[in-house]
């Protein structure tokens, strides 16, 4: 079985010298859906982007029962400021772990893998998947699984599941959301960056994220890219196939008409096909698949043109329409509640 | 761009000491679908396979010419004998290259790397993607395109494609062959294993494999997996996309019920249902795509009930049906030369 990251919390949520929110996205992620798990920000200039928790340094943090140091954000240019490499040497130092989510390797930088060496902490680069996963087996696993999957990339997957495995939490249910890009890895403290891992072991690697478990238990699983895009859609179907979902939730932006990212001439298409799409392949390995509801980003519209589009899409498709940010989703976990 | 494997040709085809003509096929489908390009065998014992070309060492085939030698065949045990290793540093030494299509990554054998380093040569691990692939941009490209799909793995997809290639060399036509998978590579002399690829880069490396060309070059790409397979549908999708298929060719085994190599409960899904599922999704890259025919491997038959199957299937799908073993491969190249 292969190695899966999992950190050791609570954490020491790592701001750098960012003066954007943008830039501190992660960070604040990880405050608004794990607030529990967040006991202090580090900012490097009193300028830097404050999201609302106690400033620490990395002693002080370890004192007050830090586990790990998390580094969600990337640098201005690129490479790692020498003052980054100074905290992460100083963080193990003060006996907390690494997680980073930047394209460099910090656990392949020598200073920082022989201090993580002689002090027998971890360093945990998120976007590396572990090594020597299996390929799939398509062997049903047990316990209840749902997957966001998309129109598109960036339409609200990773937040839809994080909302709907908060409410499924707010209301009692055993559910673990499943990530599988690297936010939501440093969000969940644990999680699989599929889009790294090599063709072959696709579905396989969400086998092992999302393994056997309780009859009742319910794995809300992160979706990636979508299976319309022209780039990633091997990756949306290895997803699909590895999740074995009993349970789809389609995750869409309003207003939204091609591919974004210079994918000119890919329109985004109807609902409609997207929805039968992923339903067919879905069953391949599930034949219960079904569609749950449509989680839609509405943030180009208006409240009162975004209700009327959510309200005629729902009428279209007979299914619940939410917008996880504006209409919470509840229905969406209404319905999983009764038939998932 | 990222750097592609370009076999020197002609070979010296190792042999070593296989004894079982299944041990040796990549050798003999190296000689049976490239004679020009084998010039010599190279066996360490008497009792080893004979493939039919004549015998040599590694200086004696540098001497009459070779470019690289080969070794297409898996060690039994798995672990690099001492004798294969003395061979590949005389083969360097001699001024051959390497091509290995083993599970060890030879270049990454110290010995072997100091003696390709010190003498020039370079030692090519098939297995082995070129690094810095780009994602797939989904820009139409120039060229025709011919991609060989499956109802499963091992149905025949690199055969047909092969075949087909063949057939069109025969005709005068302007086509390569475009190998995805390490035997295709060892034959061709070029091609990206894109099983190991990335997930994130998978369409992309196709885009690369087979990249713009001229308007009356047809590319014959081969496939990989099934979109119905539940461990490497992924693979099959990234190659359809990144393919970008004016003719798809549905490879399928006569007789075969289930997906092959231990997936209990998964039929091989109705050849109508494998047709749509793959025209419908290469459509998103190439709107023109259609079904060129279908070649199966009938080999399980007698040849009487093989020819009432394939006439059967293609009076109901109303397409050419042909076994490249068979029946060769014209009836398909037919259809390609008028239609794509």
Not at 107 to 127: H, L, M, N, S, Y
Not at 249 to 257: D, M, Q, S
Request: include cysteine; charge should be negative; hydrophobic fraction near 45%.
């Amino acid at each position: 079985m292969a190695e899966l990251i999992e950190l050791r919390k609570p954490y020491l949520l790592f701001i750098g010298d960012a003066e954007d929110t943008m830039v501190a996205k992660t960070a604040a992620g990880i405050a608004y859906w794990r607030p529990e798990d967040s006991l202090g920000q580090m900012r490097l200039t009193p300028d830097a982007v404050d999201i609302g928790l106690p400033d620490m340094g990395v002693v002080e943090a370890a004192n007050a029962g830090a586990g790990t140091i998390v580094i969600g954000l990337a640098p201005v240019g690129g490479s790692l400021p020498e003052s980054w490499l100074l905290v992460c040497v100083a963080a193990l130092e003060a006996g907390l772990d690494i997680a980073s989510g930047l394209h460099t390797q910090l656990g392949e930088i020598p200073e920082i893998q022989q201090v993580a060496e002689r002090t027998g902490r971890k360093v945990f680069d998120v976007r590396v998947p572990p090594a020597n996963l299996p390929c799939g087996t398509g062997v049903k696993l047990t316990g209840k699984r749902v997957l966001t999957v998309g129109t598109d990339c960036c339409v609200g997957k990773m937040y839809s599941a994080l909302a709907i495995n908060a409410e499924l939490k707010r209301r009692g249910q055993n559910s673990t959301f499943r990530a599988t890009g690297q936010t939501g890895i440093l969000i969940e403290g644990a999680g699989i960056a599929v889009d790294a891992v090599v063709s072959d072991f696709l579905s396989g690697a969400v086998e092992v994220l999302a393994p056997d478990n309780d009859a009742d238990h319910i794995d809300i699983i992160e979706g990636q890219g979508s299976l319309f895009h022209p780039a990633y859609a091997a990756v949306s179907l290895g997803l699909l196939h590895g999740a074995q979902a009993d349970g789809l939730v389609l995750c869409h932006e309003l207003g939204r008409a091609e591919i974004d990212g210079g994918y000119p001439g890919y329109a985004i298409p109807p609902l409609k096909q997207v929805i039968q799409t992923n339903l067919d392949l879905a069953r391949r390995t599930n034949a219960r698949a079904k569609l749950v509801g449509i989680a839609v980003n509405s943030s180009l519209l208006e409240a009162d043109q975004a209700a009327a589009q959510m309200a005629e899409i729902e009428q279209k498709h007979q299914v619940s329409v939410v917008d996880p940010v504006r209409t919470g989703v509840a229905a969406l976990v209404d319905y999983l509640e009764k038939n998932i």
